[in-house]
């Protein structure tokens, strides 16, 4: 079975400028999830989508952030205007149910952004 | 709010010692808490899991936890760690109502000495 795939896996960045991370999650699970890990902290949920629809922003920093899940499947996440304080590693995670309360979550390998 | 704490940042000790790792979360309502694990250069797995029932679950490579329902507590434990334990390891909380959101901690950095 396929993992939980993410792209760039590493992004140098200048302050102000915009970045996108991609991610396709593993076949047929129903919930994505997006995270921000800064060093030293635990992962932090920016968004959560049950299939296409977003469940759960309320972290999201919506004036700078955005993120979509077309169509289901894969998922971007939008950084626009970077700031230095969103250097973090960026993870997103599956799981297979629309109601994951029992789900394991599988993550990727994360996207390590550094911003200038 | 809800959260979830991770008293020890950094534990260091020698193979065969005894491991406990400390969690704590903060809510009201029914929860299901999972313990995930990092190994140097891997992605974040799942080690074990709670969901109801006995309160001591056992989970992969020797590792346990206890839930212990009157202290918001969700230990894990393992008797003889070995130098392939070194890793950083999270505690999780689901909230069984709602969004279904996952919280978790800061985690804890475990190095053991060969």
């Known amino acids: 079975e396929a993992g939980v795939a993410q792209s760039p896996r590493y992004k140098i960045i200048e302050k102000r400028q915009s970045v996108a991370f991609w991610c396709n999650p593993i076949?047929?699970?129903?919930?994505l999830y997006w995270y921000q890990q800064i060093l030293g902290q635990g992962p932090k949920l920016l968004i959560q989508?049950?299939?296409?629809?977003?469940?759960?922003d309320s972290q999201l920093p919506k004036d700078r952030f955005s993120a979509e899940r077309l169509k289901g499947v894969d998922s971007t996440l939008k950084i626009q205007p970077a700031k230095l304080e969103d250097s973090a590693v960026y993870l997103c995670?599956?799981?297979?149910?629309?109601?994951?309360?029992?789900?394991?979550?599988?993550f990727g390998p994360g996207t390590r952004l550094t911003v200038l | 709010a809800q959260s979830v704490s991770q008293h020890n940042h950094h534990v260091i000790l020698s193979e065969a010692a005894s491991l406990e790792l400390g969690c704590n979360y903060s809510y009201g309502g029914t929860v299901n808490l999972f313990w995930y694990v990092q190994y140097p250069g891997q992605h974040l797995q799942l080690l074990l899991k709670y969901f109801s029932g006995d309160p001591l679950v056992k989970g992969i490579k020797g590792f346990e936890a206890e839930f212990i329902k009157s202290k918001f507590s969700f230990n894990l434990r393992k008797p003889s760690v070995q130098w392939s334990d070194t890793a950083e390891y999270f505690c999780a909380v689901i909230l069984t109502s709602g969004t279904y959101k996952y919280i978790f901690g800061t985690g804890t950095r475990l190095k053991v000495l060969a």
């Open positions: 995670a599956s799981s297979l149910d629309l109601k994951p309360i029992r789900d394991e979550q599988f």
């Open positions: 989508f049950q299939n296409n629809g977003v469940v759960d």
């Open positions: 076949s047929g699970h129903a919930t």
